[in-house]
Every structure is written in structure tokens, then in C-alpha cells.
């Protein structure tokens, strides 16, 4: 049959038949749209097409047509038109080819001027013609239209079912939906025991990205289940560390149904292609939020403080949080916060010491100006670290017991873990072993296979047998009944563990945070003292003053002679050396201390040296000397000289004090002696 339009110019030219279904869902159960598609073939033929020139694009099957993105095969049939090596370019329907009604305008010129024809089941059209290039043009608008509108209802129809709870575009781990309507816990033991570990655990640690390193360390295996899969095929796999933020995080192990918590929004790539992307969207603008929807794993403020935990170790968020525990040495940093800008202070290192500096705000103002403020965190931390110790003092007994109770709790579900693993193992080689034996002998390749299946499946099995052996053999020693009182008497003593040389200062970061959430500081230059506003969690606010140490360097010729008299009374010259130089104290010329330099100083300035004789009969002593004879902490004896108790000559904060031996037995003394050997937590004045 041959068409008014068709010349025999077309008829020398290919044709090209172009099939196209925009998902790969399409491809699989809308079969007959495919066959109706591949029907244009034998439609071309009866235009007078010869078979050998009739050539049929099926490779973008399963790409959507509202982008040129991706569809390669569309890009070469682009190219062969202008080749002009096209007559036809037939489809079931034309919006096949492009959905954009921009491109479509581009692939109407395109074939205008290469004089190449279009073709539908129903019509042919010539895009050369005014008449059949505005129909073309209609077709192209009603196209968009159409796809927007059936977006647009499909929107619609997903945000209905969402208000009501029923939508699921994919379950976390640990929950399936059986009749796609009710989401409930994955109904083997195992899958839930591991996931209720991962959530157990990260209450023990600040971050994320610590829960992932444990996990792994301990050879974790988190259970999913893969996309498209029945729920019963559940695999376990080493988690990834956006596996478990993702896990730790979403809200629907809290029993809470979320929509909207991601924002796809389309844009244009550097070769002008659309592409999509996503972003966060804040919890206040989350399009549906129900509660109670269906059984947790923990509870809705468990998974409040895990946000909120997260939110805090959020370091691109500068200022506004104050990030999580690290390793360095400071142990205020990111608590700290400018009484006078509001800025957040920084902790700046040095060899020996660290130093906190707010320059953040007077930055903002005048680019050159000094900082706010700034003092050394040494002296600020230690009056800290004794205001810390007097609150969680009475607390040591209790937290000795329930330390003692989670180890052999924690034992027993690391082990079951192992069980669980090991027991998910030998479903798998039983599985495999018995796919094997049934497979027919004579498909040697098919038993070849499933055999490197099995032997793989043994070896799994065997490697977590011997893990758990291995675990077993590391049991720990639970503490008996005798071995719990030193306990309590050890947890009473918290200064103790707190000075304990394996107590890192990582641990003492986590204990500073769970106690306090954040601490104004202020400095007071006519009292040359710095002023701490700490905010406990609890609500309460607490003021802490502490002397502001000098700045370290030079000091005067006047300042160095008395500091020398003093220190002189209970230390060799080699100890001042030490001490001035841990101060970063330096001489007149800006050299470190020796001993030698020491001696020259003070034998120009007319000082005496120390001597053992001179110190016994004056009743000289140092600060550990005055403990032990009182019978506390040295700890204890600094705070006593710092409240005013205990008189002491220390002639700079930081600097060794010494402690006259008649001063010990004045009363308020030994009153304050006696309340901190009780066990009193407040038992200096305030």
C-alpha cells in the first residue's frame, strides 16, 4: 500500500521502528504493550518498506521518555537522521520517542530539514508540511500535558494512601509488610535480637561513626533483605556506616510513620540533561508524622535523644552544635560558649597545654581586633574536673553495680548474636546440600556450581563455629559476691577512676557531656579571673570563678625573683626548671630553664638554694607532702587551698605551692578533713 507522501527518496532510506516502556516494572507486566509495539513492523511493510530495510529499537526499554538522558539508542537514531540515512521513524504512538515537548520541537526541525517522516499506527506525517507540523506541535503540548497529569494524579493517589499510614516505598531493616497495608517486626528472632543490638549499643557510644567502628571490630552481620526478594530470604551482610546512621536514625524503629523527611527536586546537569536530586528536609516541614503506627523497637524519646545526638556531632554545623568526643586533649572543647559575641570558643593546642580563644565574633566585626576573650583551659579544666567529681560522687556505688550487671548482660547478647549467625549458616549449607544431591548427574555444570556453593556454605559454617569457640574461650570473670563490695568501695572512690592513667580523656569528654550541655564563659579582667555560667542538663546553672593564669613568656625581673624565693623553700633547682619550663615560663633572654640557669639567676638576685635542713625545721611543705599527712587526695588539698581554707604560698597558678606544716592543724581544716574522709559531697564552704 502506498502512501501520497512516501517518494521513493524515503522509500531508499531505512525505516526505523522505535519501542520504548518508561520502567522496567512496564517491561515486566504490561507484556502486550511491548507486542502491540513490535506490530509497527508489519504496519511499515505495508507502506512499502522492504523488510531488509525495516530496523526495530527496542534498547531504551525500561527509560523513561521525558529526557534524552540515558537513551543511547535514541541518540544514534538522532544521528542517522542527519546522516540522512532515515526515510521513516515510526512508533505506536510518537510520544514513544520524547516525552519534552522541547525536545520534540527539536526532533520535528531535525527531520524537516533532513526530510525524513514520522509515523503512528494511524497516520503518517511529513514535518516539511504546515499543516502536519502543526499537528505534530499539537501532539508534542498534549504529550507534556499528559505526563504531568498522570503524575500529578499518581501524587495525589501516593500522598492519600501515605495520610493513612499504607504507603511503603521500601521497609528499614527488621520490618516487613505482608499485605502491603501493616508494617510489623520481622518475625524471626534473630533479625530482631540484631537489630535491637545495633540500637542498644549506640546509646553507649557519642557517634555514629564509633557504633560502625565497634561494630565491625566485633565482625557485626547485619540482616537484609534484598529489594524485590521474599522476606523469608533474609542475608546477611557487614554493615556499611550510612547503613547504620540510617539505622540509628529512622524514625519507624520508634513506631513512627514518616513521609516526607526527602525532597526531590529536578535540575539541569553541565550538558543541560535533567537529573534529580534530594535533599534533607527539616523535621518541622515533614509532610506526615504518626505516632504509634505500629510495634517499636524502642521507644519515641530513645530515638529523640538519638537525633538530637546526631544533631549534636553535626560539625558542618559550626557554631549551632558542639560536636562529638574526640581524642584531642581538650576536655571543654565545644562546650564553651563567648558570654560576650556567642560564638562558640575554639581550643587551640600547644606542646604541653591548650588554650581556649573566641575570635569568632569580634572577626565578624572588625577583621584585625583581638579576640574576645581567651585564658588557658589547664587551671579552668581542674577546678571543672572537681566540681564534676562532687556531683557524680554519690552516684559511684550505683554505677559499680550496674556497670557489674551490663557485662554479664552484654555477654549473654554478643553470644546469642554469634547463635543466631551460626545458626543462619547452617540453614544455608543445609539448603545448599540438598540442592545439590537433587540436581540430576548428568548437568555436570549446574552440579559443579551449586557443589562450589556448598563447600562455600561449609567454610561460612565453619569460621563462625570457630568465633564462637573463640568468644567463648575470652568469657569474662564476673565479679562474685565479695569481688561486688570492692566494687561499690571502688566506685564510691570515683577520683580514683577518674585519675585512673587508663581512663582516656575521650571517656572523661562523654562524662563532661552527659553532664553538662553548655557553659558561658566570660573574663573578668579587674579580678583577673575567669567566670564560667554552667548549664547542667538537668536545668540548673551553676557559677564557677577560677583565677586566669598569666600569659606564658617573659616574666619580669621583679615577678621571677619572688617566684624563685618561694619555689626555692621546697624544690632543687632542677625541679623549678622543670616546673617553669611546664608553664612555658621562660629567662630575661627568652631561653627554657635549666638547672644551671636556675643556680646563676638566683645566686645574681642573692637567693638561697634549698636545702633539706632549712625546709624540716621552717615546716615547708609541698602539696603532696601536706596530703599525705593529712591523709587525702592531693586533689583534695588544692581544692582546700583554693576555697581558703588551707593558707599556701603559691606565688603563680599552675606553679608548685608550699604548704606551712602548722597551718595543718588549724581547725576549719581539720573540720573539712574529716567531712571529705565521711564521704559528705559538699564538704567545703561555698
Known amino acids: 500500500m502506498s502512501h501520497p507522501i512516501i517518494s521513493p527518496q524515503h522509500l531508499q532510506r531505512s525505516a526505523f521502528v522505535y519501542v520504548r516502556q518508561s520502567s522496567p516494572n512496564q517491561v515486566r507486566k504490561n507484556q502486550e504493550s511491548h507486542r502491540r509495539q513490535e506490530h509497527m513492523v508489519e504496519h511499515v511493510a505495508t507502506l512499502g518498506w522492504p523488510p531488509c530495510r525495516i530496523i526495530m529499537l527496542d534498547g531504551d526499554t525500561g527509560r523513561t521518555g521525558t529526557s534524552l538522558h540515558g537513551r543511547h539508542q535514541f541518540q544514534e537514531l538522532l544521528e542517522t537522521i542527519a546522516r540522512d540515512q532515515a526515510g521513516l521513524i515510526a512508533a505506536c504512538e510518537l510520544s514513544r520517542l520524547v516525552r519534552d515537548n522541547q525536545d520534540w520541537v527539536q526532533v520535528i526541525r531535525l527531520c524537516c530539514y533532513h526530510d525524513v517522516l514520522l509515523a503512528d499506527e494511524h497516520r503518517v506525517y511529513h514535518p516539511a508540511d504546515p499543516h502536519d507540523r502543526l499537528m505534530l506541535g499539537i501532539q508534542g503540548t498534549f504529550n507534556e500535558f499528559e505526563v504531568n497529569r498522570i503524575i500529578e494524579r499518581m ?109 526531590v527536586f529536578v535540575t539541569l546537569d553541565a550538558q543541560g540533561h535533567k537529573q534529580t536530586k534530594v535533599r534533607r528536609v527539616p523535621r518541622e516541614e515533614w509532610d506526615i ?59 587551640r593546642y600547644s606542646s604541653s597545654s591548650v588554650r581556649y580563644v573566641c575570635g569568632r565574633g569580634v572577626s565578624q566585626r572588625t577583621p584585625d ?153 566570660d573574663v ?44 626555692r623553700k621546697v624544690h632543687t633547682d632542677a625541679a623549678i626548671a622543670r616546673a617553669l619550663n611546664r608553664e612555658g615560663l621562660r629567662s630575661g633572654n627568652g631561653e627554657t630553664w635549666t638547672a644551671e640557669r636556675v643556680r646563676r639567676y638566683r645566686q645574681r638576685a642573692g637567693i638561697s638554694g634549698y636545702h633539706a635542713g632549712e625546709k624540716s625545721r621552717a615546716g615547708w611543705l609541698t602539696q603532696g607532702e601536706a596530703a599525705t599527712r593529712l591523709g587525702i587526695s592531693p586533689m583534695s588539698v588544692h581544692r582546700l587551698v583554693g576555697s581558703g581554707i588551707l593558707p599556701a604560698e603559691q606565688p603563680q597558678r599552675g606553679l608548685p605551692m608550699v604548704i606551712s606544716v602548722h597551718d595543718l592543724t588549724l581547725v576549719e581544716v581539720q573540720r573539712a578533713v574529716q567531712s571529705l574522709k565521711a564521704g559528705h559531697t559538699c564538704p567545703l564552704p561555698e
Not at 550505683?398 to 554469634?418: E, M
Not at 556448598?454 to 570457630?466: D, F, G, K, R
Request: some cysteine.
Open 155 to 263: 501524587q495525589l493517589c501516593l500522598k492519600e494512601k501515605a495520610r493513612r499510614g499504607e504507603q511503603y516505598d521500601g521497609l528499614p531493616p527488621g520490618y516487613i509488610c505482608r499485605d502491603d497495608k501493616h508494617c510489623e517486626k520481622h518475625p524471626d528472632p534473630r533479625v530482631q535480637r540484631a537489630i535491637q543490638k545495633v540500637l542498644r549499643d549506640f546509646e553507649r557510644f557519642p557517634s555514629a561513626r564509633q557504633l560502625y567502628l565497634h561494630l565491625l571490630e566485633e565482625g557485626f552481620q547485619l540482616p537484609v533483605v534484598p529489594k524485590g526478594r521474599d522476606w523469608r530470604d533474609v542475608g546477611w551482610v557487614t554493615p556499611s556506616y550510612g547503613q547504620v546512621l540510617a539505622l540509628v536514625t529512622h524514625p519507624a524503629y520508634a513506631g513512627i510513620y514518616v513521609r516526607g523527611r526527602r525532597q
Open 289 to 347: 508524622f504518626l505516632e504509634d503506627h505500629h510495634e517499636a523497637y524502642i521507644p519515641q524519646e530513645t530515638w529523640e535523644r538519638n537525633m538530637k545526638k546526631i544533631a549534636g556531632n553535626a560539625n558542618v554545623q559550626g557554631d549551632l552544635t558542639r560536636g562529638a568526643a574526640g581524642e584531642g586533649r581538650s576536655l571543654l572543647a565545644g562546650l564553651l560558649r563567648c558570654r560576650r559575641c556567642g560564638y562558640r570558643l575554639q581550643a
Open 369 to 521: 581586633a583581638a579576640p574576645c576573650i581567651a585564658f588557658s583551659g589547664v587551671d579552668v579544666e581542674a577546678l571543672l574536673a572537681e566540681e564534676i567529681l562532687e556531683v557524680v560522687g554519690p552516684a559511684g556505688v550505683a554505677a559499680a553495680q550496674r556497670a557489674a550487671d551490663h557485662l554479664a548482660s552484654q555477654y549473654q547478647q554478643q553470644r546469642q548474636l554469634l547463635v543466631d549467625r551460626l545458626d543462619a549458616l547452617r540453614e544455608t549449607e543445609a539448603r545448599a546440600a540438598r540442592e545439590y544431591k537433587q540436581t540430576d548427574v548428568t548437568y555436570t555444570a549446574a552440579r559443579q556450581a551449586l557443589g562450589r556453593e556448598w563447600n562455600e556454605a561449609l567454610l561460612q559454617v565453619e569460621a563462625a563455629q570457630s568465633r564462637l569457640a573463640v568468644f567463648d574461650a575470652q568469657q569474662p570473670v564476673l565479679p562474685s559476691r565479695s569481688q561486688r563490695k570492692q566494687l561499690e568501695r571502688l566506685g564510691e572512690d570515683v577520683r580514683k577512676l577518674w585519675n585512673h592513667p587508663r581512663a582516656s580523656n575521650r571517656l572523661k569528654q562523654e562524662l563532661v557531656r552527659v553532664l553538662i550541655e553548655e557553659i558561658v564563659a
Open 524 to 567: 573578668d579582667e579587674s579580678r583577673n579571673e575567669v567566670v564560667l555560667l554552667i548549664q547542667w542538663s538537668g536545668g540548673h546553672h551553676t557559677e564557677l570563678r577560677g583565677r586566669r593564669a598569666l600569659r606564658r613568656g617573659k616574666l619580669p625581673a621583679a615577678q621571677l625573683k619572688a617566684l624563685l624565693d618561694s619555689l
